[in-house]
Each structure stands twice: as C-alpha cells, then as structure tokens.
C-alpha cells in the first residue's frame, strides 16, 4: 500500500512537471510577437516605428505591478490558481490585440496582457527555484524559447502566405486558450502540492514582504539592476532586431521576421545545454560565461558585413542570455533565503519588466532620431552595467 501511494505522489509530481514545462512554453509564445509583426503593423495604421515602444511600455508597467503583487496573491491563492488565471488574462488579450484595427486598441489591450504575464512568471519561477535543480530552471525556460521562437515564426508564416498580422495573433490566442483549460484541469495536483508544503512549519506562518522591507535586504538592489539590465538586452533586442534587419540591412518585412527569430532560436538551443552545464558550473560562473557571449555576439553586429552576419550575432547574444536568466533565479533562494525567494523574485521579476518598459522605448527614440544601426553599441552599454551590477551582488565569488 505504501509503495502503492509513493507510486501516486510519484506520477502527480511528474505530471505537474510537466504541466508546468508546457506553462513555460505558453509565457513565450506571445513574448516576440510585437517585434515581428510591427514592420507590417506601423505602416497600416500610419504611426512612426518607435511607436513599438508605448506598447511594450504598457504591457511592461503591467507586468512590474502583478510582479509586486506576486508573493501575496501567491501565499493567497497558491502557484497553480495563479498561473491558470494569468494564461487566461493574457490569451483574452492576445485575441484583442487580433480584432484591433487601429493605434489606441493595441495599447488598450496591452494592459490586461502585462497584467497577465507578471503573477505568473514570479509565481512559476519561484516555484521551480525551491523545488527543482538549476538543470531544470534552464530546461524550462529552454521550453520559454521554444514558445518565444515558435511566435515569431508562425507570424512569419502568416505573413509570408497573404495573411494580414492580426492572423498571426489569433492563432497564438487560441493556442493560450486550450492552456488555459489545461491548467483549470491540473488544479487538483497544484492544491496536492500545496497540502503537502502547508506541513512545513517554515512555510505555514510565511507572511508576504513589504516593498521597502524587501529593499532592505542586503544585495536586493544589485540584484534588481542586474535583472533591470538583463531584460532591457533582452527585450530591446526581441523588439528591435527585425526592423534592424529590414532599415539597417535592407531585408523585407517577411524575411526580418523569420531571421529575427534566431535570436530567440539562440536561447532556446542554449538554454537546452545550459541543463548539462550547470553539471559542472555553478549558477554565478554560468552568468558569466552568457555574459562574455553577448559581448562576442554585439561585436559580431558590428561587423559592416552581410545580413548574414547579423543574424549570427543576435544567435551568439540569444545563446549568451540563455543561462543569465535562469540561473539569477535559480540562485535566488540560496541568496536570500527560501522564506524571502517569493518576494525576492517578485522585485527580480518587477525590475525586469521596469528594463522592458523604459530602454526598448528608449532605444525607440534613439532609432528614430539618430540611427537604428547604434543598436550593438547600446546593448554593450547595458552589458557593461550588468556587468558590473552582478559583480557587486557576488562580491567577486566563483
């Protein structure tokens, strides 16, 4: 009987796995779909490119107020309640941005979908940071590059076939609806969890943290800048890298698209040997070593070369960031504490997305004035400050 229950707990704990790697590719899907559908959006509805910017602002600020909000609807309603109710918010808004004819619809619905992307990444992530290995965190998030990869693609796809974009998002949309149903159904094995965890007397009496408590907390700033400047890479480059390609390379709209999504290509390869790295490195040394590979891969855009050799550096900046993310959050709870790693990942997630929302924007602005081609030059700018960021939090250990 006993070997009989084991036997349970053993398949409930896989089957949630996973759930939650499925989960990790639907946080992707819709990540770069803005990026590469904007070459064919902003000439439709007679708007400058950097408009791109105001929507990623908005979905981005939405996104840092459900990541503030993470550890107390988290510690209320539990990971899988959550995580269900966010893929819900966020297919809802994919379908409006689909059904969106003009500027102004777009950024309306951009709010419920950052609202929808923040409580789910901070609540996933710390879940996976105190019950699973580094290898794990690298191999789900590999599945978030397959989702962020997979967007860009079909709308590629669509594209290139005489649709207009607004297919392309109803597709993604429709996609996030059946996860949805998915992740309602899986609810028994979220709450089985949580019974179990409710047993540990540390986790029983966990209370949420305040803002400014958590601010309180020794390396929390480092921490916050080294994820402020990680994403702000990130993003600047799943948003800008197509219209890069199409005004500083002279590719088409539809062939910008398809390339752009190396990058997110890059991730998901490297993310997928990050798992085996992480073996043999520890989560700081593998920081470093994406860090030094995005530095090759802005360089590598430097080059006054072909087309081709831009799309293999934004692949060499997409395997640099492969293991940064990842293993920040992994690291978070050995930090800081497994009772503070909600909160902490919460403020990690909530900087991440203030970096999402003020430098693609930004970079917006500095394309629109000056040159898109200051691109490589800006991210090795960002690079140096996470740099030095990340060094500070470590105080220099291996």
């Known amino acids: 009987m006993r070997l009989e229950h084991g036997e349970e707990e053993y398949n409930m704990t896989h089957l949630l796995l996973f759930i939650i790697y499925i989960a990790f590719i639907s946080l992707g899907l819709p990540d770069a779909l803005l990026g590469s559908a904007w070459p064919s959006i902003y000439p439709e509805f007679s708007v400058p490119v950097s408009y791109a910017g105001m929507i990623s602002m908005v979905i981005a600020l939405g996104t840092t107020i459900s990541s503030l909000q993470s550890d107390r609807l988290t510690v209320r309603f539990g990971t899988g309640t959550v995580t269900a109710v966010s893929v819900g918010m966020t297919a809802i808004a994919l379908f409006g941005f689909s059904v969106s004819h003009s500027f102004p619809s777009l950024c309306l619905w951009a709010i419920p979908y950052g609202l929808g992307a923040g409580s789910v990444d901070a609540s996933l992530n710390n879940y996976v940071a105190l019950h699973y290995k580094s290898r794990h965190m690298s191999w789900l998030h590999c599945m978030w590059g397959i989702g962020a990869s997979t967007g860009p693609y079909m709308m590629g796809l669509v594209l290139t076939r005489g649709l207009r974009w607004n297919s392309g998002y109803r597709i993604i949309s429709v996609l996030q609806i059946v996860l949805t149903i998915a992740l309602v159904l899986s609810l028994p094995l979220w709450k089985f969890h949580r019974k179990k965890e409710e047993t540990v007397p540390s986790e029983k009496i966990r209370k949420?943290?305040?803002?400014?408590?958590?601010?309180?907390?020794?390396?929390?700033?480092?921490?916050?800048?080294?994820?402020?400047?990680?994403?702000?890479?990130?993003?600047?480059?799943?948003?800008?890298?197509?219209?890069?390609?199409?005004?500083?390379?002279?590719?088409?709209?539809?062939q910008a698209a398809s390339f752009a999504s190396m990058f997110y290509l890059g991730i998901t390869i490297g993310r997928a040997f990050s798992g085996f790295l992480t073996m043999r490195w520890n989560d700081r040394q593998m920081v470093r070593i994406?860090?030094?590979?995005?530095?090759?891969?802005?360089?590598?855009?430097?080059?006054?070369?072909?087309?081709?050799?831009?799309?293999?550096?934004?692949?060499?900046?997409?395997?640099?960031?492969?293991?940064?993310?990842?293993?920040?959050?992994?690291?978070?709870?050995?930090?800081f504490g497994a009772e503070r790693s909600q909160a902490l990942i919460g403020v990690e997630m909530a900087s991440a997305c203030v970096g999402t929302c003020l430098m693609p924007p930004l970079f917006g602005v500095i394309a629109n004035s000056i040159s898109i081609g200051l691109l490589p030059w800006y991210l090795l700018v960002l690079l140096f400050l996470m740099m030095v960021m990340f060094e500070k939090l470590n105080g220099g250990h291996r």
């Open 290 to 335: 994406g860090q030094e590979i995005i530095a090759l891969g802005c360089f590598v855009l430097l080059f006054p070369f072909s087309s081709g050799f831009s799309v293999a550096g934004f692949i060499f900046i997409g395997l640099g960031c492969a293991p940064i993310y990842p293993c920040m959050i992994h690291a978070t709870p050995e930090q």
């Open 208 to 254: 949420a943290m305040g803002f400014m408590e958590i601010l309180s907390v020794r390396g929390a700033k480092a921490v916050m800048m080294s994820f402020f400047c990680y994403c702000a890479i990130e993003q600047t480059v799943g948003l800008w890298a197509a219209s890069y390609l199409t005004l500083q390379k002279g590719l088409l709209a539809e």
